[in-house]
């Protein structure tokens, strides 16, 4: 496995560590003009997060690629890799550059709210521990959850010719979550956050989540359907690699 992880990031690395470089200069920049000029932090922090939102989309396509290419790469099928290798090792990779990219936006929100200090910022107050570790587990599975179903959708795409492998592709992955979502409001009357409210003070503003009819963050009935859906994502997606694409 840390050998495919190997030949994932160096077959990509240059574009990687480029919109990397290119990442933190926009955002360097963007920080001095709104530091130096004095811009309104919520126009600031909009432009910020919409750079990192990009970057996130880059890396769900470059993960689908990555993966695409390796369901049909001549070289990878003559290695006796175990299948769900070939599912796991770009999916690795995604985790591990999406956490970096939270990384990055944690210091950069950190950062900004050190240099140019404002009401707004200050009132923003950082989650409890068990909230933050109850939100991070949402994130992580929405994030995983998420390629799952792309990658299906692609596997399903590659059964078919290449013109069409496209629009098969995108046409599975849109039928799922229309599905998927109708069943989830269907059985739970929710989705897997719950309804995000906010509460405000004169010292504080503070988020949080709750589902309806919950106290706590997340709906975990939904998750633990998402997580029974993604086994059978799974083991069709290896029923189809083992039986259908090598054949």
């Not at 950062?111 to 521990?129: G, T």
């Amino acid at each position: 496995m840390i050998n495919l992880l190997k030949y994932d990031w160096k077959r990509n690395a240059n574009l990687i560590m480029g919109s990397a470089v290119a990442l933190i200069i926009l955002q360097g920049a963007l920080t001095f003009f709104s530091t130096t000029r004095i811009w309104q932090p919520a126009m600031s922090l909009t432009l910020m997060f919409m750079g990192y939102l990009f970057v996130a989309f880059m890396l769900i396509i470059f993960s689908s690629k990555t993966y695409s290419h390796n369901l049909k790469s001549y070289g990878r099928r003559l290695l006796p890799l175990a299948t769900w290798k070939t599912i796991a090792s770009p999916l690795l990779l995604q985790i591990a550059l999406s956490a970096a990219l939270s990384g990055l936006v944690l210091l950069h929100f950190w950062l900004f709210k050190w240099l140019s200090p404002n009401a707004l910022l200050d009132a923003m107050d950082p989650p409890n521990f068990e909230t933050g570790v109850l939100f991070f587990i949402l994130i992580f599975w929405t994030l995983l959850f998420l390629m799952l179903t792309v990658y299906f959708s692609i596997t399903v795409g590659h059964l078919f010719n290449k013109k069409l492998f496209p629009w098969i592709a995108i046409a599975v992955f849109v039928l799922l979550q229309f599905v998927i979502s109708y069943v989830e409001g269907f059985l739970f009357n929710d989705n897997l956050f719950g309804t995000m409210a906010s509460e405000s003070t004169s010292s504080s503003l503070t988020f949080f989540m709750s589902p309806t009819g919950d106290t706590s963050i997340g709906n975990w009935g939904v998750m633990a359907f998402e997580i029974v859906i993604g086994a059978i994502l799974v083991s069709s997606m290896m029923y189809l690699i083992n039986k259908k694409l090598d054949a």
